[in-house]
């Protein structure tokens, strides 16, 4: 089920509740190579946001999160389309590769100078003042470091952090090795893989499906697009096994 959820100046956010206490939020009005998917996830007792969007205009209002309830934003990479609300929640997590790029935000890192260039890069502006050129992506500095591995928990889930550099060197995946639930970033989704942007690094890119391949997911919230099950993404990391190489 599909909803609007209604934003500051109009409603800017979709939303689909999926199983398991699990929101996936978009932004329909930005152009479709930068529309990412941002997941809340409640917790028992604490409350997981991975990605946050463009940042176009405020997420946090949105969500319903509950008042004193602890919340943990995690960044699957340094993107511009995952990580533009990212400073308005105060505990941060991201991987220890990317970790210093979390705090200036630069272009070199977030690319959003690709976003800034894009032709009719929203659909509709998201206030009156906006301008593509004006917009810049604000430092969020990293609370946490996260190294392949480590754990995030909210009391009744555990999600263990998968590094699957390639996409960008810090890309990271959460796993509920309980009930095979994958957030997976952009290290994969229907569609193109991205592996060609300043940053990708295509040799890791197939270590990372040769990884992704071993695991027994059960369903992957991607960084972008539909939820896939566990044979459409075997597909997809097979079919990117047999590009032909670069290397
Ligand atoms: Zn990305
Ligand atoms: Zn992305």
Same mark, same amino acid.
Request: aromatic share 8%; with cysteine.
């Given at each position: 089920?599909?909803?609007?959820v209604?934003?500051?100046?109009?409603?800017?956010?979709?939303?689909?509740?999926?199983?398991?206490?699990?929101?996936?939020?978009? /932004?329909?009005?930005?152009?479709?190579?930068?529309?990412?998917?941002?997941?809340?996830?409640?917790?028992r007792d604490?409350?997981?946001?991975?990605?946050?969007?463009?940042?176009?205009?405020?997420?946090r #209002? $949105?969500?319903?999160?509950?008042?004193?309830?602890? $919340?943990?934003? $995690?960044?699957?990479?340094?993107?511009?389309?995952?990580?533009?609300?990212?400073?308005?929640?105060?505990?941060?997590?991201?991987?220890?590769?990317?970790?210093?790029f979390?705090?200036?935000?630069?272009?070199?890192?977030?690319?959003?100078?690709?976003?800034?260039?894009?032709?009719?890069?929203?659909?509709?502006?998201?206030?009156?003042?906006?301008?593509?050129?004006?917009?810049?992506?604000?430092?969020? #500095?990293?609370?946490?470091?996260?190294d392949?591995?480590?754990?995030?928990?909210?009391?009744?889930?555990?999600?263990?952090?998968i590094?699957?550099?390639?996409?960008s060197?810090g890309?990271?995946?959460?796993f509920?090795?309980?009930?095979?639930?994958?957030?997976?970033?952009?290290?994969?989704?229907?569609?193109?893989?991205?592996?060609?942007?300043p940053?990708s690094?295509?040799?890791?890119?197939?270590?990372?499906m /040769?990884?992704?391949?071993?695991?027994?997911?059960?369903?992957a919230?991607?960084?972008?697009?539909?939820t896939?099950?566990l044979?459409?993404?075997?597909?997809?990391?097979?079919?990117?096994?047999?590009?032909?190489?670069a290397?």
């Amino acid at each position: 089920m599909s909803s609007t959820v209604p934003g500051e100046a109009f409603d800017w956010f979709s939303r689909e509740t999926l199983g398991q206490g699990i929101t996936r939020l978009w /932004e329909p009005h930005v152009h479709p190579y930068f529309r990412s998917n941002i997941f809340h996830v409640r917790g028992r007792d604490v409350d997981l946001v991975i990605d946050a969007g463009m940042g176009l205009v405020p997420l946090r #209002p $949105v969500l319903g999160l509950q008042h004193g309830k602890p $919340v943990v934003a $995690v960044a699957t990479h340094i993107h511009v389309d995952h990580v533009g609300a990212l400073r308005e929640f105060e505990t941060r997590a991201g991987h220890r590769a990317e970790a210093a790029f979390f705090e200036d935000m630069a272009d070199e890192h977030t690319l959003a100078h690709l976003f800034r260039a894009q032709p009719e890069a929203v659909g509709r502006a998201p206030n009156e003042a906006w301008s593509p050129q004006r917009f810049r992506i604000s430092p969020a #500095p990293l609370a946490r470091i996260l190294d392949d591995g480590d754990l995030i928990e909210t009391g009744d889930r555990s999600f263990r952090v998968i590094h699957l550099p390639g996409h960008s060197p810090g890309s990271i995946g959460l796993f509920d090795e309980r009930n095979g639930d994958f957030l997976a970033g952009d290290a994969i989704y229907r569609g193109r893989l991205v592996d060609d942007l300043p940053g990708s690094d295509m040799r890791l890119y197939r270590k990372t499906m /040769e990884r992704l391949l071993q695991i027994d997911f059960n369903q992957a919230y991607c960084g972008h697009g539909e939820t896939i099950d566990l044979s459409e993404l075997r597909s997809i990391a097979r079919a990117y096994l047999d590009k032909p190489s670069a290397s």
